[in-house]
């Protein structure tokens, strides 16, 4: 039996995990893939972070690399494993949650391996859930390969021909540029007016900016909080008006069906396309967690990652609080907030 059982061993669920061991509880760390910072290195080879070294710092260790630096998903994920041996926290990798419960009072946890019990558990598996694609994908000839970005790693995964990029956020720009740039034929099915931020206004880094301004605390339950929640993402530190006026980059409008190896548009039909890369977002999946309350956008229903059933809370999920809270730096916030809450409601003393 443990006090705590944490699902997810990403940015988020480390947090927590530091802020625990403070505490002196008996916990565990649970995550389904094979190595610490899989979550990172599964996605493609050239991501790096917008945000510099200096906005990085989970709790208690820094990141370590100088100061204005953007790190890769390499070091981030080395980052991570470093963590995880400073702090010696007890991670059980290869260990797929698959269902959670509560009997009497304990919660059960139904891995692949086997069932834990616990008093308490932390939900931190990200925002990241169900890679999402229209249905017609499935309409459209084996012989184009599909991806979503959630699986491309780098243009030597196409075959030979011209590409469609589809999706009009930071993924789909970072990879229309890296694809564009070799100067195969590319066609990009989104929003060509999408609003764009530099990373560095005046000689300093838009997070600095942030951080000075208060936009990274703005909370989801003030005005403001509430109208920029609800506004898209801008793209940040890429000139996409200079992507897509390369010369074999074409945009096209709305993707909106397909059949065989015809991908229709809202003003095209498209018959060249060879590959498609799919950077069309995620839809949360929290199903797994029996009796729970979702809000009408599938995530749980919560107070500053404090669920409306007892012992059961969440972090790591876009503004569970503030801007900040599903970033690398910014999650750190929340996790003392809810050792707070822990300590205070079951009267749990630091050691």
């Known amino acids: 039996m443990y006090d705590f059982i944490i699902v997810g061993a990403a940015q988020a669920g480390l947090s927590m995990a530091y802020e625990l061991k403070k505490s002196g509880l008996n916990y565990l760390v649970l995550d389904k893939e094979d190595e610490i910072g899989a979550s990172w290195l599964n996605r493609w080879d050239s991501l790096k972070l917008f945000t510099p070294t200096e906005f990085n710092h989970l709790p208690g260790f820094d990141f370590p690399a100088s100061k204005g630096h953007y790190p890769n998903k390499y070091e981030v994920a080395g980052y991570f494993k470093d963590y995880v041996e400073k702090f010696d926290i007890p991670v059980n990798l290869n ?11 304990i919660y059960h946890i139904h891995t692949n391996e086997q069932t834990f019990l616990s008093e308490n558990v932390i939900v931190a598996t990200g925002p990241f859930h169900i890679p999402y694609t229209p249905a017609f994908h ?5 012989s184009i390969k599909q991806w979503h970005s959630n699986y491309y790693k780098h243009p030597d995964q196409l075959q030979q021909g011209p590409a469609l990029v589809v999706g009009a956020g930071d993924s789909g720009f970072q990879i229309l540029d890296e694809i564009s740039s070799s100067g195969r034929k590319t066609y990009f099915s989104g929003d060509t007016k999408v609003k764009t931020l530099p ?18 605390s703005i909370h989801k339950h003030n005005w403001l909080g509430k109208y920029i929640s609800n506004t898209k993402q801008p793209v940040i530190g890429l000139d996409t008006n200079a992507i897509l006026n390369r010369k074999k980059v074409f945009p096209v409008k709305k993707t909106i069906d397909a059949e065989s190896t015809v991908i229709y548009t809202k003003d095209k039909e498209l018959d060249d396309i060879k590959n498609i890369i799919w950077a069309t977002g995620y839809r949360p999946n929290f199903n797994w967690i029996k009796g729970i309350e979702l809000d009408k956008d599938g995530y749980p229903v919560h107070h500053r990652g404090v669920s409306n059933t007892r012992g059961l809370y969440f972090i790591g999920l876009p503004w569970l609080y503030t801007r900040g809270s599903a970033t690398l730096g910014g999650v750190k916030k929340d996790a003392k907030y809810l050792s707070a809450h822990i300590q205070r409601k079951y009267n749990f003393v630091k050691s």
Request: glycine letters at 12%; zero cysteines.
């Open 95 to 105: 260990t797929f949650v698959h269902s959670i419960d509560k009997q009497n009072g």
């Open 138 to 142: 499935e309409k459209i000839d084996g």
């Open 199 to 216: 990373q560095e206004i005046l000689g300093k880094t838009l997070w600095w900016w942030f951080t000075k301004t208060g936009y990274l």
